[in-house]
Nanobody, 122 residues
């Protein structure tokens, strides 16, 4: 059974930093695309950053220059380091990854963590 467990959320002031972690069990992160989403209550979940199956890293525009996604294969853990946080970054952050199939492709974004709350106050 695959489990993704996020941690590292919290409350910070504007300009502060947080580093989110997502540890996977029952799944190897390097197999499929993996990344971070966020959701503000009442709004759709939005992509923040992702690592493609070939290792290419992508960021959404709002995350460029402030957020860094990384991975520790030995710990099977995905990270999101967030700097210069703004009030609009307040959201619940989710890590997610695809599900590999026996046919060699991944079902995108099939596994999700429970989310970790980030609150940025001014």
């Amino acid at each position: 059974q695959v489990q993704l467990v996020e941690s590292g959320g919290g409350s910070v002031q504007v300009g502060g930093s947080l580093k989110l972690s997502c540890t996977a069990s029952g799944h190897i992160f390097s197999t499929c695309e993996r990344g971070w989403y966020r959701q503000v209550e009442g709004h759709a979940r939005e992509l923040v950053s992702r690592i493609l199956a070939d290792g290419t890293i992508r960021y959404e525009e709002f995350a460029k220059g402030r957020f860094t996604i990384s991975q520790d294969n030995a710990k099977n853990t995905l990270y999101l380091e967030m700097n210069n946080l703004k009030p609009e970054d307040t959201a619940t952050y989710y890590c997610a990854t695809g599900r590999p199939t026996s046919r060699g492709y991944c079902v995108s974004w099939d596994y999700w963590g429970q989310g970790t709350r980030v609150t940025v106050s001014s």
